[in-house]
């Protein structure tokens, strides 16, 4: 295993189903501080993949190993604890707690782990989270209810919170599914512009993956992986079509 | 901990009509639970405070507890008549105190009429220490003089010398009116909040009055005149029952024994607070009933909570995929779903509770003068907060079904709900 990767799966096998292996990988590696793109079409195992790396599942062989542990080494508490304190998260599609207004949605990591709490770089949650804001463009909605917000301006909220205390992973999951292509580059561009400026204030490397079934965002990445060439499960369910 | 009950609260108060209808269920539960509870006791201090320092009650021979609510609570008859001399005979027994004699059989617009004598007015104790007070005029004194209690002559809006007109018997329309011999309000008794208040007063000898010239209970024939008064005929032979206080606590139960073996007539005695006991197990069982009722209740209300929370977990399962993002664990998301259905228990059971003494505070003066029922504003009883502690430890545990239920949704759907 490369020392300076912060994912690597080993022979990694998981199914839902005995004998309906959904991914089977011999190695796969994201370097650290690397932007990786993955792509794949949709049900090719994308999602299994990243809660493979999360930590919310766990294969039934191999090991995944997340910024220096093997979370098939690690119970499912640790395991919890690992994706909340260093790993930001963005979905698809509705990010959003509904019942907690702008601020709290951002400031969520922050509150309930201490580890992402001690590496704001502003003295205080709120103002770590009003700086974020800002740098979003979206100070001005801080307090108001989520609902109010367009799609792009819920997403840009959903980068806010995937890197306030600056974790060491951020995992986009289709985020740009719902945008339309203007909306889609602004986006790609803020992501990256943040998670630069949170490398630039000194406070470590960001390892960011993002999956798409959506190749022509490659360009906006160091590294592109294509998922089906790395997961046999996906060959062999192929050929046996 | 302090993330996760914000977020609970937070997420029951987005779900505003539901979390309020599902808190009002069981705070409505809580307060029939809790209302009959109080009101039982509410009802037990009224009964029980209705009469004090009487140690006996004495009527003809019968059943114990007719002779209390006939003779105290205006409720039924007596079974039959003592004689005057057995009345005189226990008045002037050496271990008695005092008597109060009352003939009952007449009434007026429904409440009954007490014939009975001074004895009435200077030892009728109620509520401890509390004895009779007249709020206008004078106690009943002359044959054809009358006395009201404080509601009958609220309600019927009488004042003092005003002529009323009694009823033979004591049904509310009666066709039989003693309108020969009219009575003038001479005194209005001050509220008692008892039975005292709805009733009506007069001498022995006024009631004698009232029947001179019938034959054996029986009015003179239509037609036929009845006799003019002579007052100087009158003279009492029998009334209805006597209370008595003994001179001492200790002759009560020689006493009791005495008059219920006396030769002369039988007769019944009873101690108002053992033949009240007798009273409670028979309320104990519509109280029994009530409980019953009011437990179903609280039991439904419950269960609505479980099915509001039980519909509302698929609505719920991106925003738990979304916690789980960030960290929280699946028995986190457990905790936020107990925590939901206790709070929800927890202030239903402090609304519905906090709503009954809010009313009982707000009603007790009207409970008090309408049903003689004095409303103690005690703290909670050991039965309430026995009822509290148990609606939220069930609303806790069956908030556990929701709770597994999204645990179990937070381990398979992972950061994959849709």
């Known amino acids: ?241 | 901990m302090k993330t996760l009950f914000r977020l609970a609260f937070k997420s029951l108060r987005s779900r505003a009509l539901t979390t309020t209808l599902t808190i009002f269920s069981i705070a409505l539960s809580m307060m029939l639970l809790v209302g009959v509870d109080r009101l039982r006791d509410a009802a037990k201090a009224g009964f029980s405070g209705t009469l004090s320092h009487t140690d006996l009650i004495v009527g003809a021979r019968g059943g114990g507890l007719p002779l209390l609510l006939s003779s105290i609570f205006h409720i039924g008859n007596a079974s039959n008549n003592i004689s005057w001399e057995s009345y005189q005979h226990f008045a002037h027994h050496p271990a008695v105190a005092w008597t109060i004699p009352i003939t009952m059989g007449d009434s007026f617009h429904g409440y009954r009429v007490i014939a009975t004598d001074d004895n009435f007015y200077a030892h009728y104790h109620y509520r401890g220490n509390k004895s009779l007070v007249l709020a206008q005029g004078h106690a009943s004194q002359e044959l054809f003089d009358i006395t009201l209690g404080a509601d009958v002559a609220s309600r019927l809006n009488l004042g003092l010398g005003a002529k009323i007109v009694l009823a033979h018997g004591i049904e509310e329309k009666s066709i039989l009116k003693h309108n020969t011999t009219p009575f003038t309000v001479v005194g209005i008794l001050a509220p008692t909040a008892t039975p005292v208040d709805r009733a009506v007063y007069i001498t022995l000898l006024g009631e004698e009055a009232m029947h001179y010239g019938w034959e054996n209970g029986t009015p003179p024939a239509i037609g036929e005149e009845p006799p003019p008064l002579d007052p100087s005929k009158l003279k009492v032979d029998v009334i209805t029952c006597f209370l008595l206080g003994a001179k001492s606590r200790m002759s009560t139960l020689y006493l009791q024994r005495e008059i219920n073996t006396y030769k002369a007539e039988p007769l019944t005695s009873i101690i108002p607070a053992y033949t009240l006991q007798e009273l409670w197990s028979l309320l104990d069982y519509a109280d029994t009933a009530l409980s019953l009722v009011s437990g179903a209740v609280l039991v439904v209300g419950l269960l609505a909570m479980l099915i509001a929370l039980y519909t509302a977990l698929n609505e719920l399962r991106r925003e738990i995929a979304i916690l789980r993002a960030v960290g929280l664990h699946a028995r986190q998301i457990f905790t936020l779903f107990l925590m939901e259905s206790t709070l929800i228990a927890t202030v239903g059971t402090v609304v519905g509770i906090g709503a009954v003494y809010l009313l009982l505070f707000l009603l007790r003066g009207v409970i008090e003068s309408h049903f003689g029922l004095p409303i103690e504003l005690v703290g909670l009883s050991t039965r309430v907060e026995i009822y509290a502690v148990a609606t939220i430890v069930c609303g806790a545990l069956l908030g556990t079904i929701p709770a597994m239920r999204a645990y179990r949704n937070s381990l398979v759907d992972g950061l994959n709900a849709q």
């Open chain 1, 1 to 241: 295993m490369s020392p300076t990767a912060a994912v690597n799966l080993q022979d990694v096998r998981f199914e839902y189903k005995v004998g309906h292996p959904i991914l089977q990988i011999d190695n796969f590696q994201v370097p650290s501080g690397g932007r990786i793109f993955l792509h794949g079409p949709s049900g090719s195992g994308k999602t299994t993949l990243l809660s493979l790396i999360s930590g919310i599942l766990v294969p039934q062989q191999g090991h995944v190993n997340v910024l220096g542990k093997d979370l098939t080494q690690l119970s499912a508490a640790a395991r919890d604890s690992l994706r909340g304190s260093q790993i930001g998260y963005i979905f698809q599609g509705f990010n959003l707690i509904p019942y907690l207004t702008v601020a709290e949605n951002i400031a969520l990591p922050c509150d309930l782990h201490s580890a992402r709490r001690a590496r704001i770089s502003e003295p205080t949650i709120a103002k770590e989270v009003a700086r974020l804001a800002r740098r979003l463009e979206i100070h001005t909605h801080l307090n108001a209810p989520v609902t109010e917000l367009s799609t792009g301006q819920q997403q840009r909220v959903a980068i806010a919170r995937a890197i306030i205390g600056s974790p060491e992973l951020v995992i986009a999951d289709e985020p740009t599914s719902s945008l339309d292509t203007d909306r889609r580059d602004a986006f790609l561009d803020l992501l990256t512009e943040a998670i630069r400026d949170t490398k630039n204030s000194g406070q470590g490397e960001v390892t960011l993956m993002f999956v798409s079934h959506d190749r022509s965002l490659a360009a906006h990445f160091d590294q592109t992986i294509s998922l089906a060439e790395i997961n046999h499960a996906a060959v062999l369910a192929e050929a046996k079509l």
